[in-house]
T-cell receptor
């Protein structure tokens, strides 16, 4: 089945710094979503982005489907950005999401 | 618009006991998913429903796990008997699978808060 790899696995930042998280996938995808899992375990939808670029405040994402990767940009990071960021995809095999292992982000003040 | 609701939020049981989780999806979402998330990993699909029919249950340990969605809305996931390795967060998600004019298929999934299960 399709493989989803996220990097880096861990990221430590000072408040105000910028960061880029990467998601590589091994096959063509129909859909791609980025999530933020907060310390209480809730998965928050960040972007639904099977292709192209989207921005929402300090966050933006780009998916280059032909090259099988997606990037999540976080600018001017805040302590509330801390948590685990997941990339998840679906392909022609079905509509259930296949998740990467996540990137754990820690932002300190 | 109300999100996906789940209950209970936390459950602690002893091994060999049974437990049930409940999920109410976003109104109008025909597709419902149950995922299991073990500590330190990404969620993995257990079972997928389309209305009240099962689409994919290939990853569901059917000797101890069962799920139903009788009226095509709410769903219940049951574990009987529980094992230590079932300790995890159980996440319910729903989606409105469809086609966007000129943009192909659409399947954004929304997750509930999860149920954290501890098996002692």
């Amino acid at each position: 089945g399709i493989q989803v790899e996220q990097s880096p696995p861990d990221l430590i930042l000072q408040e105000g710094a910028n960061s880029t998280l990467r998601c590589n996938f091994s096959d063509s995808v129909n859909n791609l979503q980025w999530f933020h899992q907060n310390p209480w375990g809730q998965l928050i939808n960040l972007f639904y982005i099977p292709s192209g670029t989207k921005q929402n405040g300090r966050l933006s994402a780009t998916t280059v489907a032909t090259e099988r990767y997606s990037l999540l940009y976080i600018s001017s990071s805040q302590t509330t950005d801390s948590g685990v960021y997941f990339c998840a995809v679906t392909n022609q095999a079905g509509t259930a999401l296949i998740f990467g292992k996540g990137t754990t982000l820690s932002v300190s003040s | 618009e109300a999100g996906v609701a789940q209950s209970p939020r936390y459950k602690i049981i002893e091994k060999r006991q049974s437990v049930a989780f409940w999920c109410n999806p976003i109104s109008g979402h025909a597709t419902l998913y149950w995922y299991q998330q073990i500590l330190g990993q990404g969620p993995k699909l257990l079972i997928q429903f389309q209305n009240n029919g099962v689409v994919d249950d290939s990853q569901l340990p059917k000797d101890r796990f069962s799920a139903e969605r009788l009226k095509g809305v709410d769903s219940t996931l049951k574990i009987q008997p529980a094992k230590l390795e079932d300790s995890a967060v159980y996440l319910c998600a729903s989606s409105l699978v469809g086609e966007l004019a000129g943009r192909g298929s659409y399947n954004e999934q929304f997750f509930g808060p999860g149920t954290r299960l501890t098996v002692l």
